[in-house]
T-cell receptor, first 116, second 108 residues
Framework: EPEVTQTPSHQVTQMGQEVILRCVPI?????FYWYRQILGQKVEFLVS????????KSEIFDDQFSVERPDGSNFTLKIRSTKLEDSAMYFC??????????????FGEGSRLTVL | QQPVQSPQAVILREGEDAVINCSSS?????VHWYRQKHGEAPVFLMI?????EQKGHEKISASFNEKKQQSSLYLTASQLSYSGTYFC?????????FGAGTRLTVKP
């Protein structure tokens, strides 16, 4: 069964360092998303990506964040200068709205980011 | 912009029923329901695309009232495996926003 894969599963970094989280969405999907979940809290939308550009972004997704689809398969989230409050689980998701009449979001297993 | 869920938490005994509500301040294109076990990614339960639609998945079903911009998730005869946090997701234009979640605990 196709799945969304994310790497790394866990990254520990120092405050101020740049971090890149990688995702490989399901190959025929068209929409890609990043979500963040601080430990014990709700899943928060960061950004959606379609047709090689950002479709929608939340107020959380400020200038320190960027996304890219560099090679047609990977979908990356870059955090330029990490802060303590960026510590969270980051989920990548993809879907193909209208396919099989569901538009189900397929989530990756998540990348846990710990900023020290 | 994110939907509002209620209640925040529910504790049930096995076999009891529960209802989780989700409401939005804006018109909904669709409503998704997901369940998340601790430390895992959210897992899709179902999507409701049209007002008045109801769907079922084993003993978990949901309804969507488009006019009221609300959806409800019904869990009947709960099992231990139903424990987790339930999120509703409301779909707008190119985004999906989740509610804060309802933590459901089913005890023997």
């Amino acid at each position: 069964e196709p799945e969304v894969t994310q790497t790394p599963s866990h990254q520990v970094t120092q405050m101020g360092q740049e971090v890149i989280l990688r995702c490989v969405p399901i190959s025929n999907h068209l929409y890609f998303y990043w979500y963040r979940q601080i430990l014990g809290q709700k899943v928060e939308f960061l950004v959606s990506f379609y047709n090689n550009e950002i479709s929608e972004k939340s107020e959380i997704f400020d200038d320190q964040f960027s996304v890219e689809r560099p090679d047609g398969s990977n979908f990356t989230l870059k955090i330029r200068s990490t802060k303590l409050e960026d510590s969270a689980m980051y989920f990548c998701a993809s879907n193909f709205p209208g396919q099989a009449d569901t538009g189900e979001l397929f989530f990756g297993e998540g990348s846990r980011l710990t900023v020290l | 912009q994110q939907p509002v869920q209620s209640p925040q938490a529910v504790i049930l005994r096995e076999g009891e029923d529960a209802v989780i509500n989700c409401s939005s301040s804006k018109a909904l294109y669709s409503v998704h329901w997901y369940r998340q076990k601790h430390g895992e990614a959210p897992v899709f339960l179902m999507i409701l695309l049209k007002g008045g639609e109801q769907k079922g998945h084993e003993k978990i079903s949901a309804s969507f009232n488009e006019k009221k911009q609300q959806s409800s998730l019904y869990l009947t005869a709960s099992q231990l495996s139903y424990s987790g946090t339930y999120f509703c997701g409301t779909e707008g234009y190119n985004d999906m926003r989740f509610g804060a979640g309802t933590r459901l605990t089913v005890k023997p």
